[in-house]
């Protein structure tokens, strides 16, 4: 079973940077993608960052492209997103995510953590 703990979230003004942490433990991850995931109130869930463990391969929805980079380091079991030029609509609860490889659904979550960005 994995097990994720975030850790990072908290409350920027519009232009400024956050970093979120992840991490990871209970499983060797060869063969898992990472995600981070964010829902706002009165939204669905959506996948703002995947990272492919063992290649490191990325993807981005649209609207972070260029602003939010995800990476991981494996000497710490830890995935990070890093957050610039952050936007109100940027506001949600971010969630780190497992699943395994060729699966289409996320198994494993952590607990959340709130960003919020004020005007």
């Known amino acids: 079973q994995v097990q994720l703990v975030e850790s990072g979230g908290g409350l920027v003004q519009i232009g400024g940077s956050l970093r979120l942490s992840c991490e990871v433990s209970?499983?060797?991850?060869?063969?898992?993608?990472l995600a981070w995931v964010r829902q706002a109130p009165g939204k669905e869930r959506e996948s703002v960052a995947t990272?492919?463990?063992?290649?490191?391969?990325?993807g981005y929805l649209d609207s972070v492209k260029g602003r939010f980079t995800i990476s991981r380091d494996n000497a710490k079991d830890t995935v990070y997103l890093q957050m610039n030029s952050l936007k109100p609509d940027d506001t949600a609860v971010y969630y780190c995510?497992?699943?395994?490889?060729?699966?289409?659904?996320?198994?494993?979550w952590g607990q959340g953590t709130q960003v919020t960005v004020s005007s």
């Open positions: 995510a497992a699943k395994i490889l060729a699966t289409s659904t996320y198994r494993n």
């Open positions: 209970g499983r060797a991850l060869t063969n898992y993608v």
């Open positions: 990272i492919r463990w063992s290649t490191g391969n990325t």
